[in-house]
């Protein structure tokens, strides 16, 4: 606004000009106004202090609730996924331990220790199906089916004098089902096999099946075919007889 | 609802999720640990089960981890060591018969070290040859 004395620039809050000195009048309106809304706003501000205060406790419980809701669902997944972190761990690991593990493994399946080689594949996590162990995938899913049976055989022939053998009919099928499982296996893979780095080895451990059951079980060569061409009943009944009435 | 309602509800809420929370992280983190052996798949109680009753084939079989470098506590190793006594017997008939006189030999002298090492054991080890020798058919 101008001063009506000297026509200078002065502001809407002076009370006067500050180059004539005229007290401006003109103004009172508007600087009695702004004292309102200055009031007003302070006491709004106080207002809004009130109320935050009073609801901080609250957000901050609030943010607090939020925080333990999403560190309990954590624990919560972690608990249930603990198994495949820790297989997941182990296998990395596996991977680290290529050269090391490689080796242990030659050595099993030089002595022809398949049932060993299988227990240390599964206790070590070994990643059959990735590299750079995935060449061992045939011979890893063969060795477990002959591990299979070793103690399947194992379990139905060993008994001390005074043993009790509780479920002799149940132990019975299972071991007619690994033999058949372990063999069903080779033949189904037979083309897979003549291709397989492991081969020999895959080759050797149906040789030591077949072993088994002529030491274990009374089936020579001419036995087995005839074992493998007949029912799975009279391949129980066969087994009954061997294990139980001998 | 009053904001002290609020704040009194939300705050036990929070109490309650910070014991689960609490309660539940050694289980957690426990759960976490990497072991190559996780013990309690091996299952000593069952091992000793069956070995009251003379199951050596099962006792051999549930035995296996050790063979393949599984970890087990000093107190039940003697218990798996049974075991692996047991499946080398098994398996040396195998390898004599199937003509691999090393494998036979070192599964002969792993043998003979778990006998010299556990003499405590000797008639249970007599009663696992036992077994071993009236599996054979002959």
Request: proline share 3%; glycine share 4%.
């Amino acid at each position: 606004m101008k001063c009506i004395n000297c026509g200078a620039d002065v502001r809407l809050t002076d009370k006067v000009c500050p180059y004539c000195g005229r007290v401006i009048k003109e103004n009172a309106g508007y600087r009695a106004d702004m004292e309102y809304y200055k009031r007003d706003s302070a006491k709004t501000k106080k207002k809004v202090r009130e109320i935050l205060s009073e609801n901080i406790p609250i957000v901050i419980s609030a943010i607090i609730l939020v925080v333990l809701l999403i560190a309990d669902g954590v624990l919560l997944y972690v608990e249930e996924n603990a198994f495949y972190f820790r297989e997941s761990a182990a296998q990395r690991e596996s991977v680290k331990k290529y050269e090391t593990y490689s080796a242990a493994i030659q050595d099993y399946l030089d002595a022809g220790d398949y049932a060993g080689f299988s227990a240390f594949e599964e206790y070590h996590n070994i990643a059959e199906w990735e590299p750079p162990y995935d060449d061992l995938n045939l011979l890893c899913d063969m060795a477990k089916e002959y591990s299979s049976l070793v103690s399947a055989v194992e379990e139905v022939t060993m008994f001390g004098p005074d043993a009790k053998w509780y479920r002799p009919e149940s132990d019975i099928r299972s071991c007619r089902s690994a033999i058949w499982y372990f063999n069903f296996q080779f033949e189904h893979n037979l083309s897979k096999i003549d291709e397989d780095p492991y081969k020999d080895y895959i080759y050797d451990m149906k040789a030591k099946a077949d072993t088994i059951m002529e030491v274990y079980l009374g089936l020579d060569e001419a036995g087995r075919d005839e074992y493998f061409a007949s029912s799975s009943n009279k391949q129980e009944a066969y087994l009954e007889e061997v294990l139980l009435h001998d | 609802m009053t904001k002290k309602t609020i704040l009194s509800i939300s705050i036990i809420v929070n109490i309650i999720l910070a014991t689960v929370f609490a309660v539940s992280l050694p289980g957690a983190m426990g759960e976490l640990v990497y072991e190559y052996v996780e013990q309690d798949t091996i299952r000593p109680d069952t091992i000793r089960k069956y070995l009251e009753w003379e199951n050596y084939g099962t006792v051999a079989a549930l035995s296996r981890p050790i063979r393949g470098g599984a970890e087990v506590a000093d107190t039940d190793a003697d218990y798996y060591k049974l075991g692996e006594y047991a499946e080398l017997l098994f398996l040396k008939e195998v390898y004599k018969r199937a003509g691999n006189a090393d494998s036979a030999e070192a599964c002969e002298d792993r043998i003979s070290e778990i006998r010299r090492e556990m003499p405590e054991y000797g008639a249970l080890l007599d009663k696992i040859d036992l077994s071993v020798a009236n599996a054979v058919k002959e």
